[in-house]
């Protein structure tokens, strides 16, 4: 299976490392072409306003909503939370408040239990969003100081923190199985 990590800006590094040690083949995505053939897809974190300016200038706004409209399993981290929402690419029917818990200084970490993930996951919080709203399709999965930071809908999972950074990988597990599942029985690749 291949999986792209969407590359223009953010860590994507720290997340193509996790998906390798995992046994997936990684593609870096920066144009609409590096999207063919992918089974699934991660947004990384990284800073929104410059995503959302790359996905602009390299016309990836359409060809990203088509892949995960064709059912290709999407993992979003903070900054990939907020790409996914209603007021970015529109994929997932939240909407996310950029830099809710504060600026860089505070930062901080929290354990979590996600449903259907896993319990007792380390995450890390860096200018993370939350969720403000969601719609009734969406399932929230985890919480940090009453607020939604943990959500899916369909195959795309979006949190708001960075599970790349500190060695958890059931999240990154989660989206290979997901695109396990998903592949075609007749063996053919996501187009």
């Not at 223009?8 to 490392?17: C, I, M, S, T």
């Not at 993992?75 to 690419?89: F, K, P, S, V």
């Amino acid at each position: 299976m291949t999986v792209g990590v969407l590359a223009l800006q953010g860590d994507f590094e720290a997340h193509r490392k996790v998906l390798e040690g995992l046994g997936a083949q990684v593609r870096e995505v920066r144009v609409p072409a590096d999207l063919d053939g992918l089974h699934g897809l991660v947004i990384p974190g990284g800073e929104s306003t410059t995503m959302t300016l790359g996905i602009e200038r390299e016309g990836l706004a359409e060809p990203l909503r088509k892949l995960v409209a064709r059912g290709a399993p999407v993992l979003g981290t903070c900054a990939g939370l907020i790409m996914l929402d209603r007021e970015h690419l529109g994929v997932i029917d939240i909407v996310a408040e950029r830099n809710a818990f504060g600026r860089q200084v505070h930062s901080f970490e929290e354990v979590l239990d996600l449903d259907e993930i896993g319990s007792d996951i380390r995450a890390i919080f860096i200018r993370a969003p939350w969720v403000t709203d969601h719609g009734a399709e969406v399932e929230v999965l985890a919480e940090a100081d009453g607020h939604p930071v943990a959500v899916r809908q369909g195959n795309v999972l979006a949190v708001a923190f960075h599970p790349e950074l500190n060695g958890e990988t059931r999240l990154h597990e989660w989206l290979l199985h997901r695109i396990e599942t998903a592949t075609p029985s007749n063996g053919q690749e996501a187009q």
